[in-house]
């Protein structure tokens, strides 16, 4: 008795199996005007002290397949509002830049200082108004600095390098009793060696540095002290030398840039979600955001030049 009916069991389990792939393409699912209604205002924006003007990007967030997914590859909002506030209370509307495509103020209109914690807020008639805050990092004494080593047969993005070169690596002492994010920043004139034009100059001229871990050449853009604090950090850098060995017509300046924990995050899981966007059967990382109501970043930096 036992017996027949395991063998029956087993029987309806196998067909129950087969009639799940054909069960679920027998309605067809219509998430259109879900993903509209659903769509929310998507900011950027990264304060820091020692930039002249702080700009804020203001778009949204649309589907990426069906009949309200865009043709470009992102739709900017130039009719909302974007304001700035250092207490939460007195607030400073930034102008639409058109050239830039960008909500900007300048440093006499709104400075950013160290240590500070800013508020923004974004509306637009079609969304819901969107808030964020963050504190500017202070900057460390981390004596911060460039090593260059002669190296030859070492690999550099999987590939052998068998003549003898310089490799340079970044190096500092992590400040110690605190949590700290790093990333390493370069700074170049874009318009000679990327070919863009002097009017995208600003906010393309600020580049996160590629820099990979000295012992298995992981890429390591972001870094943080977790589990090493108060240690020193050494990364070697893919391809820059300190700005007196390099064989340019064009200066670069290298910054360690401090960052705050969330811009710490949500870059670091935009990488990973990138890494993932294309593989069958992976689910995609979240991006990480603190933008109520939306999505996207409010966060700070600091920059403390290399030298």
Not at 29 to 47: E, K, P, T
Not at 132 to 147: F, G, I, M, N, S
Not at 152 to 160: L, V
Not at 246 to 273: I, Q
Request: some cysteine.
């Amino acid at each position: 008795m036992f017996q027949f009916f395991h063998k029956k069991g087993i029987t309806w389990l196998i067909l129950a199996l087969f009639a799940i792939p054909f069960t679920g393409c027998v309605d067809d699912v219509n998430l259109d005007d879900q993903l509209s209604n659903s769509s929310r205002l998507v900011l950027f924006c990264r304060l820091c002290p020692q930039l002249d003007t702080t700009w804020v990007f203001l778009s949204h967030s649309q589907p990426l397949y069906g009949n309200g997914s865009s043709t470009s590859s992102m739709d900017v909002l130039s009719d909302g509002m974007v304001e700035l506030s250092a207490d939460g209370d007195h607030w400073v509307q930034a102008t639409f830049n058109t050239e830039k495509q960008r909500y900007m103020l300048a440093r006499d209109e709104f400075p950013v200082e160290e240590g500070h914690t800013y508020f923004i807020r974004a509306s637009h008639k079609d969304y819901k108004t969107v808030t964020a805050a963050c504190t500017v990092p202070v900057q460390r004494p981390v004596e911060a600095r460039l090593d260059t080593v002669e190296a030859q047969g070492d690999i550099h993005m999987g590939s052998i390098w068998n003549l003898p070169h310089k490799d340079a690596y970044l190096q500092w002492h992590d400040y110690p009793g605190e949590d700290n994010y790093y990333a390493f920043v370069t700074y170049e004139p874009v318009d000679l060696y990327y070919g863009y034009s002097e009017s995208q100059q600003w906010f393309i001229g600020y580049y996160w540095g590629y820099t990979v871990l000295s012992l298995n050449e992981n890429e390591c853009t972001y870094v943080s002290d977790d589990g090493r604090d108060g240690q020193i950090l050494r990364y070697l850098t893919q391809s820059l030398l300190p700005p007196e060995e390099e064989n340019t017509d064009y200066e670069s300046v290298y910054y360690l840039a401090f960052l705050d924990r969330n811009t710490y995050l949500f870059e670091t899981t935009m990488g990973e979600s990138d890494s993932y966007f294309n593989l069958f059967l992976l689910e995609p990382m979240h991006a990480h955001s603190n933008v109520e109501n939306g999505f996207g970043i409010f966060g700070a930096m600091t920059l403390q030049r290399i030298n």
